[in-house]
């Protein structure tokens, strides 16, 4: 084994953990592939002589992410907010262990979409320091040099995201069978068009995010408060009555993907918190749909 095959070999022991970290800081797949490929090009010109290797390279993924972030926002390109981020689809608990090993990585521990979503309102700094910290654990002595603050600056940052995060970004339920039980209570009704059934279900505050892309004027549609959502009775009953809905993960959370004469049609997730739905998250943008790998759940 030469010298680059051996670089190469203990950069892949740390790659689902820089996917990771990527696609927490980007909300998007493919953007938190390019930023782990940008981390082994690095690597390749560094060479071996790294003392903490996966500390490096979370600190380069860090970087990367964040010239991003600021990028998007100095191209004035459409903000993330305005669009769901990409989801991440795994078996449910039954189906996991058939998963490759990155997947299973990135859905262990996956970040629901209702916290990417507000994840997506925080300025790169901040997003950077509550991503690093909060979720991977890296100090902030560590985390200052890459926002070029001081350790207590960066603490600020992480503190202020913090603050909005929990402001903003329900906390599901942690059994996943009472989770999924209050799911099926909801498809229930919406296939039978249950307008009561429904409000049974949902929170008062439920919030509604649809991401049709440019099949829908003016970008993501969103409905708040259980008026509105259940208002949209008829909707659902016509989605249960022409798809198929396969039970999957969408970021850890229960979800659907829904089929129409065998097309992907779109892909729901359901936030569960105090036994009702305080969010749904629904991406049927049929360009986004065509790219997501389902590979996995095709065996």
């Known amino acids: 084994m030469d010298e680059r095959d051996f670089l190469a070999e203990r950069f892949e022991e740390h790659r689902a953990h820089l996917k990771a970290v990527a696609y927490r ?30 500390g490096w390279l979370t600190t380069v993924v860090g970087r990367v992410c964040l010239d991003m972030l600021r990028s998007r926002r100095m191209r004035g390109e459409t903000p993330l907010e305005a669009r769901l981020p990409d989801p991440l689809v795994g078996e449910d608990a039954a189906g996991a262990e ?14 629901g979409l209702a916290l990417l979503v507000v994840l997506e309102s925080l300025n790169p700094a901040e997003r950077l320091a509550f991503v690093l910290h909060d979720m991977f654990g890296m100090p902030f002595e560590e985390i200052a040099p890459i926002v070029d603050r001081t350790p207590a600056a960066a603490r600020k940052l992480a503190s202020r995201a913090r603050l909005r995060v929990r402001g903003a970004a329900p906390v599901p339920d942690p059994d996943p069978v009472a989770r999924r039980r209050v799911v099926d ?6 296939h039978g068009g249950d307008i009561e ?7 008062p505050d439920v919030v509604l ?4 892309g440019t099949l829908l004027p003016g970008g993501m549609r969103v409905l708040r408060g259980v008026r509105e959502v259940a ?4 909707t659902f009953q016509r989605m249960a009555s022409t798809a198929v809905g396969r039970p999957v993960l969408v970021n850890g959370a229960p979800g659907l993907v829904n089929t129409v004469d065998g ?7 359901f936030t569960v918190s105090g036994e009702r ?23």
């Open 25 to 54: 800081m980007l909300g998007s797949l493919a953007e938190a592939d390019d930023a782990v490929q940008e981390a082994w090009l690095r690597l390749a010109r560094a060479g071996d002589d790294i003392d903490n290797l996966g």
């Open 98 to 111: 058939g998963q490759d090993p990155e997947r299973r990585a990135m859905t262990a521990d996956a970040v």
């Open 185 to 190: 209570a909801f498809l229930t009704a919406a």
């Open 197 to 203: 059934g429904l409000v049974a279900v949902l929170d």
């Open 209 to 212: 995010r649809a991401d049709a």
């Open 231 to 234: 208002g949209q009775a008829a």
């Open 263 to 269: 097309r992907l049609f779109s892909i729901m997730s």
């Open 277 to 299: 739905i305080v969010a749904i998250d629904i991406l049927s943008d049929p360009d986004r749909l065509a790219r997501l790998d389902l590979t996995p759940l095709e065996h």
